[in-house]
Nanobody, 129 residues
Framework: QVQLVESGGGSVQPGGSLRLSCAASGLTLDYYAIGWFRQAPGKLREGVSC????????AYADSVKGRFTISRDNAKNTVYLQMNSLKPADPAVYYCAATPSPSCTSGFMETGLTTLGYWGQGTQITVST
């Protein structure tokens, strides 16, 4: 059974940091580009970041550039999202998704469009004073 499991969510003050993990089981992430997405209540899902299967290429939404860093450890079958300088606009449920592509396509990065891909269940981020 294939599973993507996000962890590391929680509550943090503005300016704080969190690191999310996306761990895969039943699936070898080496062949998948991985994206992080978020959805806040009443809003559409948006792409946050994406990393190619090799880790050699990354992409970020303008809203998180310079604050978030995506990385992967294929030996651990895990992808990470380091989130620094968190803002009140960042709270949402954060999801990771795997798409069977070596690269992050614009469709996947912007909308999560994937064929034969997998999604995690999400982890909640809250930013509050």
């Amino acid at each position: 059974q294939v599973q993507l499991v996000e962890s590391g969510g929680g509550s943090v003050q503005p300016g704080g940091s969190l690191r999310l993990s996306c761990a895969a089981s039943g699936l070898t992430l080496d062949y998948y580009a991985i994206g992080w997405f978020r959805q806040a209540p009443g809003k559409l899902r948006e792409g946050v970041s994406c990393i190619s299967s090799s880790g050699g290429s990354t992409a970020y939404a303008d809203s998180v550039k310079g604050r978030f860093t995506i990385s992967r450890d294929n030996a651990k079958n895990t992808v990470y999202l380091q989130m620094n300088s968190l803002k009140p606009a960042d709270p949402a449920v954060y999801y990771c998704a795997a798409t069977p592509s070596p690269s992050c396509t614009s469709g996947f990065m912007e909308t999560g469009l994937t064929t034969l891909g997998y999604w995690g269940q999400g982890t909640q981020i809250t930013v509050s004073t």
